[in-house]
């Protein structure tokens, strides 16, 4: 039984039928992961014997966990030599409504360094590399978890999205990546990058196995004063609908301007005509605060990662220097330096200098500002249209140190997620097709369709997923070549 190419949901219920125990599951894909990673790269840990170290029964339903949640007794790295040794005795909340759904991690998946990174290049221990490419990155910071799903390693993972980190990865990788309204789940326990944004969701290989998930995992948590005091559920019906007659769907001429790459364009263009072949119609809209979101984007997020990165100084937490001191300033800077790598000092430096005295006012006050009329765009964009269609990258996967030199340009890639993160938008990433690269490879790489729509209407944000999905080929086309059992 090729238990790979099989959602989630198929999964879960050939072991409620008893057509499969659950240690054959978590034996299958422990196979195919010890078979296939050595080519992508994507764990930083693996539980090979079904049990933690308190001997806990760790089989069940597997679902893999980017390396920033804290699980009880599973090593939590953050992928940074600041945590190489820090095991928690504690789970995060959503860690928490997995065990409680019969799910279970038992594998950390490999990131950018503490989130900070656009290509999973800035992991202190590996670089993951896309399986749909001859070395190219699979994005960041959720590469590892977007890799592993795509070389169909694991049915599901969890990642998080402060910017761009599930949709980029899964555009990128040929899968779906989901993140829900802001409110939606717990952050307890989550290693914080940017606390106003960030966001723990799904990467998985069908819409309706992001719907699964999101069932489970949002709702209260008197841990976290940011979640809803209820939980959503989902109309089962919504998996049934076949068409988006009576749908209008917003197309914001914004996001395709200059920087998107003409086969990416092209391909975005298809799926746009294919929603409206569905029964949708089809709206130009404009979002014209787009154009400010990166620059206030990048005082909004440095600020809240310099406050809460602060923690690590090596007396509580954290790499603890060998080297002789002379003060506690001195021990801070051998800590810090050796413990985190270029790109989280290069932010972390950038983010301490927005919030000091003398410029608050002038960077953090003005782009908190500028978010608020970045929420006002798409009130009124929403207002006109029942969600936004757009592309979640304007490029497909670029070579492994290709822009890692460049930040800039790196960080430039990030423009068409951006806002919507800034909204606390629900949003879900969906392939919709192959691009050739236009660097000279003549390789064909997965495209991914982004889809947003207001807050907390998340069942909305499905249903059309859903239609998209059913009437397209692309679900069932993304197996990576090389990753057949």
Not at 41 to 61: C, H, M, R, S
Not at 145 to 169: K, Y
Not at 216 to 238: A, R
Request: charge should be negative; hydrophobic fraction near 40%; include cysteine.
């Amino acid at each position: 039984m090729k238990l790979a190419f099989k959602s989630l949901e198929e999964i879960i219920n050939l072991i409620k039928k008893w057509d499969i125990s659950s240690k054959a599951v978590f034996d299958y894909f422990l196979w195919r992961i010890e078979k296939f990673d050595q080519k992508i790269q994507a764990f930083n840990y693996i539980n090979k014997n079904g049990f933690n170290e308190k001997n806990e029964w760790l089989y069940w339903v597997p679902i893999w966990i980017k390396d920033i949640f804290c699980e009880k007794w599973i090593p939590t790295t953050g992928a940074s030599k600041m945590l190489e040794n820090f095991v928690p005795p504690y789970d995060a909340s959503v860690i928490i409504k997995l065990k409680n759904a019969w799910m279970s991690s038992i594998w950390k998946l490999n990131m950018d360094e503490f989130a900070m990174g656009s290509s999973t290049e800035t992991s202190a221990f590996k670089k993951t590399i896309n399986p749909w490419g001859k070395n190219r990155i699979p994005w960041g910071s959720s590469g590892g978890s977007a890799a592993s799903v795509a070389a169909w390693l694991i049915p599901a993972s969890l990642g998080t999205d402060t910017w761009w980190s599930i949709r980029q990865p899964a555009s990128l990788c040929g899968i779906v990546g989901f993140k829900p309204s802001y409110w939606r789940n717990s952050r307890f326990w989550v290693m914080p990058m940017a606390s106003s944004l960030d966001c723990p969701w799904t990467l998985t290989k069908t819409v309706k196995d992001a719907g699964l998930l999101y069932e489970i995992m949002n709702g209260e948590d008197k841990n976290e004063n940011t979640t809803l005091p209820w939980k959503d559920t989902i109309n089962p019906h919504i998996w049934e609908k076949s068409d988006l007659q009576w749908k209008k769907i917003g197309i914001p001429k914004e996001y395709f301007e200059e920087g998107l790459d003409k086969n990416v364009r092209t391909v975005i263009e298809k799926a746009i005509e294919d929603i409206k072949n569905m029964g949708a119609e089809i709206i130009e809209i404009s979002l014209p605060m787009t154009k400010y979101a990166m620059a206030a984007y990048y005082i909004i997020v440095p600020a809240e990662v310099s406050t809460n990165l602060a923690r690590l100084d090596g007396i509580r937490y954290g790499h603890s220097s060998d080297k002789a001191h002379e003060n506690l300033e001195e021990f801070y800077i051998n800590n810090r330096g050796e413990g985190l790598w270029a790109e989280v000092k290069r932010r972390t430096i950038l983010w301490s200098y927005v919030l000091s005295a003398w410029f608050y006012d002038a960077y953090f006050k003005k782009a908190s500002q500028v978010r608020t009329l970045i929420i006002q765009d798409f009130e009124q964009a929403f207002d006109k249209v029942d969600a936004i269609v757009c592309p979640a990258s304007p490029s497909v996967a670029w070579k492994i140190g290709e822009k890692s030199e460049d930040p800039i340009k790196m960080y430039l890639s990030d423009a068409y997620t951006i806002p919507a993160s800034m909204a606390g938008l629900p949003w879900i990433c969906i392939p919709c097709g192959f691009a050739e690269s236009e660097d000279g490879e003549k390789e064909n790489l997965p495209v991914g369709l982004q889809i947003l729509t207001p807050r907390l209407t998340e069942e909305r944000l499905f249903e059309i997923a859903s239609v998209y999905e059913k009437n397209t080929p692309w679900k069932d086309m993304m197996i990576p070549p090389n990753f057949e059992d």
